[in-house]
């Protein structure tokens, strides 16, 4: 049996701020050695060169290492997934996984938050957008499984993963050693890299059949309601993050998942927080909350239609403002609504992972 876990969520005051991870580690909340993963927001304009993500990954993997025994090789091999851009009224923030002592934890046998982390083999340039990478991190999801104690892929609510996207670097790289590249649109490549990543988590909870080249990132009708995926220049193969419900391992949270339809569905996220056995009323308000959502996570994509509940917007004609932008911007706003709290994890670039013009919704809780 895995050992339980804590998670709290910290907000990131500055582009270069870890103080919240560190403060936790100072007040006895976590260790610094047990820290499993973080999934944070940061405040840049989420594209390929957006630094920002860089700079807090550095600061974050500092504190791990200032604050506890492992080096800074060790602390390197902790997966910690930054989705860049805080469009709207989104907040920078971060979410630390971390496992507990199970003798200071609390005993249940009802299902509480398990995690397991895991990396893929190197994702080479020529393999985003194409079966070799959705393979590597299905084999990559179910060895997370394997360390989280999950056995049915039902018990999955959550699995985050962040991936290399290509740049020129990695495009001419490819071309030298006689390899094509599905796309030498960089930006382009983060949304392949994310649909791409999707079909895999997919293909290894037993939502799909393996796809086949042809319907990477153009059959809309395969997804997965648990994928939420980043991309990144940071990295050369998945980070994979598995979060599921196990009885036994004990603690104080649970997963649940749901999905929205569209950009404005509100009750796909209540739905989501209800799946992690928060009780709400038939028309719930964010006060029935009280302290007891640590976070929401949710992917989203602008509709290829071009309309949202039969009206028309020009998200994707919009020469000025990127769709990404735009659409996150929306979500994040919908998302805040219902929690009365900003700091939500809302990432954009969403082809496979839930239904096309909508996406995954998933909540962590706090039982008590």
């Known amino acids: 049996m895995p050992d339980p876990i804590e998670v709290r969520k910290v907000p990131i005051e500055s582009v270069t701020d870890a103080s919240g991870l560190a403060r936790l580690i100072d007040d006895g909340v976590i260790e610094a050695d047990r820290v499993l993963a973080v999934i944070g927001k940061t405040e840049g304009n989420g594209g390929v060169n957006d630094y920002t993500r860089i700079l807090a990954d550095r600061a974050f993997r500092e504190v791990l290492v200032a604050k506890g025994t492992r080096t800074a090789e060790e602390a390197a091999q902790v997966p910690l997934v930054w989705s860049g851009g805080t469009d709207g009224v989104l907040s920078p923030h971060a979410t630390i996984f971390a496992t507990v002592d199970p003798a200071t934890a609390v005993r249940t046998d009802e299902p509480r938050v398990s995690v397991g982390v895991a990396m893929s083999e190197v994702i080479l340039p020529e393999d985003i957008g194409r079966p070799a990478m959705v393979e590597k991190v299905a084999a990559g999801v179910r060895e997370a499984m394997k360390i989280a104690g999950i056995d049915d892929p039902a018990d999955v609510h959550y699995v985050q993963t962040k991936t290399p996207l290509l740049t020129l670097s990695t495009i001419t790289d490819a071309k030298e050693r006689g390899q094509t590249v599905v796309t030498e649109d960089t930006l382009k490549s983060m949304d392949i890299s994310n649909s791409t990543t999707a079909l895999g988590i997919a293909v290894a909870l037993g939502e799909i059949e393996t796809p086949s080249a042809e319907q990477i990132h153009k059959d809309l009708s395969l997804y997965s309601s648990v994928a939420s995926c980043s991309s990144g220049v940071e990295l050369d193969r998945a ?96 998302a805040a609504s219902v929690t009365g709290d900003p700091a939500v994890f809302v990432s954009v670039a969403a082809v496979h992972q839930g239904p096309s013009g909508g996406g995954p919704v998933i909540a962590i809780a706090d039982l008590g």
């Not at 999905?259 to 796909?268: N, P, Q, R, S, T």
């Not at 992690?276 to 929401?296: F, Y």
Request: charged fraction near 30%.
């Open 239 to 334: 980070q994979i993050v598995v979060v599921g419900n196990v009885r036994g391992i004990g603690g104080r949270y649970r997963a649940g998942h749901s999905v929205m339809k569209d950009a404005l569905d509100a009750d796909g996220i209540w739905e989501a927080i209800r799946g992690a056995g928060v009780d709400l009323p038939e028309r719930p308000h964010p006060d029935d909350l009280g302290d007891r959502l640590v976070n929401l996570f949710i992917k989203c994509e602008a509709d290829p239609s071009g309309r949202v509940r039969g009206r028309r917007n020009i998200m994707l004609d919009d020469s000025d403002v990127h769709w990404h932008r735009q659409i996150k911007a929306t979500v994040g706003g919908v």
